[in-house]
């Protein structure tokens, strides 16, 4: 017998609360379209249970919104009865609940009214006006009821927006769900009354629509300015599902220009295999995360086609199995016109000078290395961080982010601790910026000065002959334990020698093998202890591994090559005018370190 399926008649909370105290881990979902808090409690994958009013409050965020997209879904596959039926019994909910702001709300949010916050009025209301635009185009005699809801809801964005860029925050990525939010409702209430939409002019156009909110917040590398792959992510695709029934050709050139330069970003850190790193603030791996990545390709390939986006629908769609709705797969004919100029493939060296990012590509890996701005309240203290993938392996990946209401483990993984970049004496770096000190097609130099006082970090990846090289030199104006740190996604074995580079393999679908020496004035450590794998479970142990030295200057040299790759590596060796590789063939390379 089907599972009884009925809309919760209470009002939600924050969905980040819905996190398991005791091991950090987000909570099972069970039946979102049920309607019943889990009974017994939510469940964590340790076997907790979890029942206090901010969980179940979150538990009702998750499941309206989950009853919002599954009306979309219910209105593209032709299930009109059922569909308009939920649409009625939300605008009796919505009429009874969202009265005013929601009190419960915590003093920093911006307040909602059917949630918590306001932005998560704005992510259910864009899934209630696609699914009425939706149905609204095959007739609207049965939708005459939803109006209240929609012209509520339109009302609502319009209020809070008005308050959040009185602030002087237009950049922030609140401002473009709430673009969004009134005009997917604004224009799916002007077709059920029959009426053209002229709400372009507020939403889209306006001193605060849609294109101001985007010259003002992506960089002019195309990068949200908060450097945050989820919110850069979340931002291109609030404005791809604001401009429902746009002729791309009809963008203004500038606008056009920074949706492409979008796309463009998240397809330069895609791995060829589909994984888009977790840079800064957002979820490692999250089921909800894969359907919106989905929904993402599947709107700016019919804008911006970009090749290096397809792998990463793929592998979402992997990731969710039978959790895949399909949505992605109703969404053709979104834009009312043909797309615009398909993007070049990234190439061998891809710059974002103003977030602070370079992907070199090399022999299998795929390094990133992270020096631009902290990023604002969504920031990691990770500058100089050196992120290795596979295709499909991630190696060491920066490690994500944990659901925000779990302070112990935010702070952890925003930690320098948690990220393969240097420490200082143990501490942790400031909120600080690095730059970009140099580079060629093959190679690039960032450097950081403000980490720590009076402290200089040089971090130097180049792409050799079937492997990569990275250098990192710190200097101090006296001596400190400087550290440089391994933090591994996957299985890693480490083989200290006699003689030479101490030994790395990192295992997964692709194996690394990597080799680890160091040039300093005293003894150099390498020690391995057990910690948290990334966030996505933080209970899960990985295998860390800190070189650490103290003395006021140290280069650490390390050498990454995919067993798939070749010729092999046989020998490094540092010396004082810089690192040489040996292959098995017999060739060598020098590659200097900096002064």
Known sequence: ?????????????????????????ELDHGDVLGGVFPEGG??????????????????????????????????????????????VEYTALYEELATGRHGEAQDWMLRGRLFHQAL?????????????????????????????????????ALEARGVLVGKGQLASNYTAWL???????????????????DGGKEWLEGDSGLYAHLRVAVAADGWEWEGSTYY????????????????????PDDVAGVLAAMADALAGIATPGGILPALHDGPYLRAPLALEWLELVALVQQLVPADGLEAVAVRARAELGPADDGLDRELGGWFSGPPLPGRPAPGALTLFTEAGYAVLRVAGIHALLDFGPHGGSHGHRDKLSLYLYGDTTAWQPDPGQVPYAHA????????????????????????CAGRLAGGGDRSVTAEVTTAYEGVRAVRRIVAGSGYLVDLLTVTAARPRRITAQLRPGTA??????????????????????????????????????PGPGPADDPQ??????????????????????????????????LGEDGLTVRLADGDTAHFRTED
């Open 1 to 25: 017998m089907a599972a009884l399926r009925r809309i919760a008649p209470e009002r939600g909370g924050w969905w980040h609360a819905y996190v398991c105290p005791a091991h950090g881990v």
């Open 42 to 87: 939510a469940r964590c994958a340790y076997g907790c249970r979890v029942d206090d009013e901010a969980v179940r409050g979150a538990w009702l965020v998750l499941s309206h919104q989950a009853w919002a997209r599954h009306l979309r879904v219910l209105a593209h596959r032709g299930d009109r009865a059922e569909a308009v039926a939920r649409l």
């Open 120 to 156: 998560t009025d704005a992510l259910w209301a864009v899934n209630i006006g696609h699914a009425v635009t939706t149905l609204a185009e095959r007739g609207t005699e049965d939708l005459t009821g939803v109006l209240p809801l929609l012209d509520g809801l339109e009302r609502a």
């Open 179 to 197: 673009n969004a939010a009134g005009a997917a409702c604004g224009r799916a209430a002007s077709l059920v009354r029959g009426e053209e939409w």
């Open 232 to 251: 850069h992510g979340f931002v291109l695709r609030a404005a791809l599902l604001a401009l429902r029934g746009t002729d791309p050709a009809t963008l």
């Open 408 to 431: 112990e483990f935010r702070d952890l993984y925003a930690s320098t601790e948690a990220h393969p970049a240097f420490r200082v004496d143990g501490a942790e770096q400031a909120e």
């Open 492 to 529: 890693l074995d480490v083989q200290a020698q006699e003689a030479g580079a101490t030994r790395t393999t990192w295992y997964g679908d692709e194996t690394l093998h990597g080799w680890h020496t160091s040039r300093a004035d005293a003894p150099v450590r390498p020690v391995s202890r």
């Open 540 to 573: 899960r142990v990985r295998t860390r591994v800190d070189f650490t030295a103290t003395t006021g200057r140290v280069t650490y040299a390390s050498v990454y090559q995919a067993a798939s790759a070749g010729p092999e590596v046989t020998d490094v060796h």
